[in-house]
């Protein structure tokens, strides 16, 4: 499977704990994206990466989040002190040249699903 | 106001029939939009992905932007049960490089057999 993957696909926690979520690009890509989607609400972005470099993050990224790709492949985004409003699917996409897609198409995986009890 | 206005719907239809999906925006540095459809509990997945105004045509699919009026369709033909998928209409700003992706809410679409 050459898409985007993540993991786990399901996380359930309770308050106050740390989490941490992997997302493994499309080979090929060098930018990757991080989004939470709420029921009944599309996607929302939350930071995005150029290679390692992390170019911009959403307000809605507060201090308990942080998210890394230290060698420009696969991203990790870790949650501190987990609150129940936290409770959302993560989502993870990569975009750039190749496969026949322009760097502006963003793939999705399919997502880690966080419960905070 | 939300940047992207999109009718969460429910819209259901019987199968074959025409659907037509719509979004309206406010930002008018919107360059490039998109359509996405997502089943329950999955990722979204890109089925339409066009630059500036006019149409493009994929098998059952039709887009169309107008950014005059800030306002994308998406139309489906001789709809499926398949088809039935909450589809979220998305946009991005620049035109040089990647972008954040702003999201419609989504419409829930039902096709019945």
């Known amino acids: 499977d050459t898409g985007v993957s993540q993991d786990p696909r399901h996380k359930i926690t309770k308050r106050g704990q740390n989490v941490t979520f992997r997302c493994d690009p499309i080979?090929?890509?060098?930018?990757l994206y991080w989004y939470r989607q709420t029921l009944g609400q599309g996607p929302e972005f939350l930071t995005y990466?150029?290679?390692?470099?992390?170019l911009e993050k959403s307000r809605l990224l507060s201090d308990r989040f942080s998210a890394e790709r230290p060698k420009g492949s696969f991203s990790t985004l870790e949650i501190q002190r987990t609150e129940q409003g936290d409770s959302a699917m993560y989502l993870c996409?990569?975009?750039?040249w190749g496969q026949g897609s322009s760097d502006n198409e963003q793939f999705f995986g399919p997502g880690t699903r966080l419960t905070v009890l | 106001q939300k940047e992207v206005e999109q009718d969460p719907g429910p819209l259901s239809v019987p199968e074959g029939a025409i659907v037509s999906l719509n979004c309206t925006y406010s930002?008018?540095?919107?360059?490039?939009f998109m359509w996405y459809r997502q089943y329950s509990r999955k990722g979204p997945e890109l089925l339409m992905y066009?630059?500036?105004?006019g149409n493009k045509e994929d098998g059952r699919f039709t887009a169309q932007v107008d950014k005059s009026s800030k306002y994308i369709s998406l139309f489906i033909r001789d709809s499926q049960p398949s088809d039935s998928a909450t589809y979220l209409c998305a946009m991005s700003g620049r035109y040089s490089s990647a972008s954040k992706i702003i999201f419609g809410s989504g419409t829930r679409l039902s096709i019945r057999p």
């Open positions: 080979s090929e890509h060098n930018r």
């Open positions: 990466f150029q290679n390692e470099a992390q």
């Open positions: 996409a990569s975009s750039g």
């Open positions: 066009t630059y500036s105004s």
């Open positions: 930002n008018s540095a919107f360059q490039y």
